[in-house]
């Protein structure tokens, strides 16, 4: 879903970036912006920066180091956006994700918005997402271990995510500069779900042989739940704090989890969001480890079921 603070970032971003021209431009220069990363930080203080680099130096410090010869799990977590509704799921999404993969001690949480209650967690930015990817890339053996990246966040058409801190940070990440990311830090083998409106957008650009992906909605649907009262948006409710909660491989989690969000759209009206699942042919040699190790038991949901928002 879109709001106004988030379509008036937008615009903002545009008069900043952008030099005066047409719609159409606009829109080719905004997606040729969000293809490079761009972010925008406005009227922050010096101390608001050096505080976020201390915390990101903690969070990356504190990562275990992997352990030679076992198929070891990473987890970055980003609530991009300061909507409480990102950031109380962010939290609770690398819980029940470093419990699942045993990632204890091998996860980083980002938060833009207070949702997370954490002041430790660094924020949840495009530049800092990058800061997160490559520390763990530096802790990770990159032909051995796993990347395991969930982003939850806003989503524009055309664009890809799109971060937004009220009057104060703009920006945006798209397919082609998310490929870019993750393949240029040598991220083979990797599994990357991401809850934002659009976000299918996302499948085409990330596929590969070692690669799955899991997105809340198609490349021309919304998504739904992100209001900012909210404690899960649908996607994060039903996949993470639902399936992913109980000891079942990720393709039956996966598909319970869109026929409960496709349920909830049927008996609210609401036009389905598509959530799209792709899985590469080698996947299966490394998740079949992970999933090894899962826990054997199903943990408690938390917060409030997502349609209570509507």
């Not at 993470?240 to 008996?267: C, H, Q, Y």
Request: one cysteine or more; a positive charge.
């Amino acid at each position: 879903m879109m709001k106004k603070s988030f379509a008036t970032g937008l615009l903002l971003l545009s008069i900043a970036v952008l030099p005066a021209s047409s719609a159409v431009s606009q829109d080719s220069e905004q997606i040729a912006r969000a293809d490079k990363g761009i972010e925008i930080q406005m009227g922050r203080e010096p101390g608001w920066f050096y505080q976020e680099h201390k915390k990101m130096s903690a969070a990356l410090a504190a990562l275990k180091p992997q352990r030679k010869g076992i198929v070891d799990a990473y987890v970055v977590v980003a609530g991009i956006d300061s909507d409480d509704v990102f950031g109380r799921e962010a939290a609770e999404t690398a819980k029940v994700l470093s419990q699942r993969y045993d990632a204890v001690g091998r996860t980083v949480i980002l938060s833009a918005g207070t949702g997370a209650k954490s002041q430790t967690a660094p924020f949840g930015s495009i530049s800092n997402l990058s800061i997160a990817l490559a520390g763990v890339a530096a802790k990770m053996d990159l032909k051995e271990d796993v990347l395991i990246l969930y982003t939850t966040s806003h989503g524009a058409p055309g664009i890809g995510i799109v971060f937004n801190d009220k009057e104060s940070g703009f920006g945006m990440i798209s397919p082609t500069r998310m490929a870019a990311t993750l393949n240029g830090m040598g991220f083979t083998r990797r599994l990357v779900m991401i809850s934002a409106c659009y976000s299918g957008a996302f499948v085409p650009s990330l596929q590969s042989p070692d690669s799955i992906i899991v997105t809340a909605a198609s490349a021309e649907r919304s998504s739904f739940g992100c209001h900012p009262g909210n404690d899960w948006t649908f996607f994060g409710d039903a996949l993470i704090n639902g399936t992913m909660r109980t000891p079942v491989p990720l393709d039956t989690a996966v598909k319970d989890a869109f026929k409960t969000i496709s349920g909830w759209e049927t008996k609210f009206g609401l036009k389905p969001s598509e959530p799209q699942f792709s899985v590469g042919s080698k996947t299966n040699v490394w998740l079949s480890l992970l999933e090894k190790r899962m826990p054997k038991t199903t943990s408690a949901r938390v917060g409030k079921p997502a349609i209570e928002g509507l």
